[in-house]
């Protein structure tokens, strides 16, 4: 069974910073493009930001570019979030996703494989 299990969420004050895990099993996700998506309580899921299979290309929403940086080891865990400068605002329930030769990186119907989500809150 194919798994992404996401880990390194958590409780974390303004300005603070947070790094997100993606772990994959029951397959290989090294040819995969990895995205990560976010979804706070009576809101839609979003796109946060999203990396090439070969990791050359990285694509982010406006409302995280410069804080958050997307990277990935296909050695170990497909991909890491590295969240800076944390906002109030970023709290959410962040995912993270694979699909195949990806063209719009905030369509979700271009992902075909989640994980159940971690959970980070930004305390004012």
């Known amino acids: 069974q194919v798994q992404l299990v996401e880990s390194g969420g958590g409780l974390v004050q303004a300005g603070g910073s947070l790094r997100l895990s993606c772990a994959a099993s029951?397959?290989?996700?090294?040819?995969?493009?990895m995205g990560w998506f976010r979804q706070a309580p009576g809101k839609e899921r979003e796109f946060v930001a999203g990396i090439s299979w070969s990791g050359g290309s990285t694509y982010y929403a406006d409302s995280v570019k410069g804080r958050f940086t997307i990277s990935r080891d296909n050695a170990k865990n497909p991909v890491y979030l590295q969240m800076n400068s944390l906002k109030p605002e970023d709290t959410a329930v962040y995912y993270c996703a694979a699909g195949r030769k990806i063209t719009a990186w905030h369509g979700r119907w271009e992902y075909n494989y989640w994980g159940q989500g971690t959970q980070v809150t930004v305390s004012s």
């Open positions: 029951g397959r290989t996700f090294s040819s995969y493009d």
